[in-house]
């Protein structure tokens, strides 16, 4: 019974695997939006009955994908913010966010799920926040050792926060222990910016405006470090 049910436990896998591959080749055609389960059926050769038994609703499979992509794109910052030496915190920097370009260019509807337009009727569960902070753990961490560590040497370019937006810092103070609330701002209009960078070249607004978006990219990239405080 027990290699039975192992077994049987493999082709349910497997399926759900297929009908989770088939449903992002879906968002690149048809959106999440238009994401059908009867399509997917169909593409499978399955009757549309039998993958209610996997995903009983449209909103499972896209929550199974959201949290698919969020892993995804976490792992990607996870590997390259581990691939140099921990105390380069420079290169740290920039190679998170080189990832989150790449993986977004990469998987362009992938990306689109987790950071374009909400996609109607649907509400995003508890289950999705452990994938969802990844990439901003990683930040965080970045942020917070090369505080601990001395590293960070920030311009006075900026205005000491109002209480209303320390306390917003006070608030993120679990991603970053111990770092002053205005480096925690600066982290997080860093990190802020890495996204809305990212999401206009995904989206494409900087079409006819901007041709070599790679340089661009890498300037900005070491505008932000700056502006953290990390070594030029």
């Given at each position: 019974?027990?290699?039975?049910?192992?077994?049987?436990?493999?082709?349910?896998?497997?399926?759900?695997?297929?009908?989770?591959?088939?449903?992002?080749?879906?968002?690149?055609?048809?959106?999440?939006?238009?994401?059908?389960?009867?399509?997917?059926?169909?593409?499978?050769?399955?009757?549309?009955?039998?993958?209610?038994?996997?995903?009983?609703?449209?909103?499972?499979?896209?929550?199974?994908?959201?949290?698919?992509?969020?892993?995804?794109?976490?792992?990607?910052?996870?590997?390259?913010?581990?691939?140099?030496?921990?105390?380069?915190?420079?290169?740290?920097?920039?190679?998170?966010?080189?990832?989150?370009?790449?993986?977004?260019?990469?998987?362009?509807?992938?990306?689109?799920?987790?950071?374009?337009?909400?996609?109607?009727?649907?509400?995003?569960?508890?289950?999705?926040v452990a994938a969802r902070v990844r990439d901003v753990a990683v930040f965080g961490r970045l942020v917070t050792d090369a505080f601990h560590a001395g590293a960070l040497a920030p311009p006075d370019v900026a205005p000491p926060p109002s209480p209303a937006a320390a306390a917003e810092a006070a608030r993120l103070s679990e991603l970053m222990p111990g770092v002053?609330?205005?480096?925690?701002?600066?982290?997080?209009?860093?990190?802020?910016?890495?996204?809305?960078?990212?999401?206009?070249?995904?989206?494409?607004?900087?079409?006819?405006?901007?041709?070599?978006?790679?340089?661009?990219?890498?300037?900005?990239?070491?505008?932000?470090?700056?502006?953290?405080?990390?070594?030029?």
């Amino acid at each position: 019974m027990t290699a039975s049910r192992t077994a049987r436990e493999r082709v349910r896998a497997e399926l759900t695997r297929e009908i989770a591959d088939i449903a992002r080749r879906q968002l690149a055609t048809e959106g999440a939006g238009g994401l059908s389960l009867r399509a997917v059926a169909r593409e499978m050769g399955m009757v549309s009955s039998a993958i209610y038994r996997y995903f009983p609703s449209r909103d499972d499979l896209l929550t199974t994908l959201i949290i698919d992509g969020y892993n995804a794109l976490g792992e990607a910052v996870e590997r390259a913010d581990a691939a140099g030496a921990s105390d380069d915190f420079t290169r740290r920097w920039s190679a998170v966010c080189h990832a989150v370009r790449d993986w977004a260019l990469a998987h362009p509807h992938e990306y689109t799920l987790l950071y374009g337009s909400p996609v109607p009727g649907y509400q995003a569960p508890q289950d999705t926040v452990a994938a969802r902070v990844r990439d901003v753990a990683v930040f965080g961490r970045l942020v917070t050792d090369a505080f601990h560590a001395g590293a960070l040497a920030p311009p006075d370019v900026a205005p000491p926060p109002s209480p209303a937006a320390a306390a917003e810092a006070a608030r993120l103070s679990e991603l970053m222990p111990g770092v002053p609330e205005d480096l925690v701002l600066r982290g997080l209009t860093a990190w802020t910016w890495l996204y809305g960078w990212v999401n206009f070249e995904v989206f494409g607004q900087f079409e006819n405006t901007i041709e070599d978006r790679k340089a661009a990219f890498d300037h900005s990239v070491r505008m932000l470090a700056g502006l953290l405080g990390l070594a030029q």
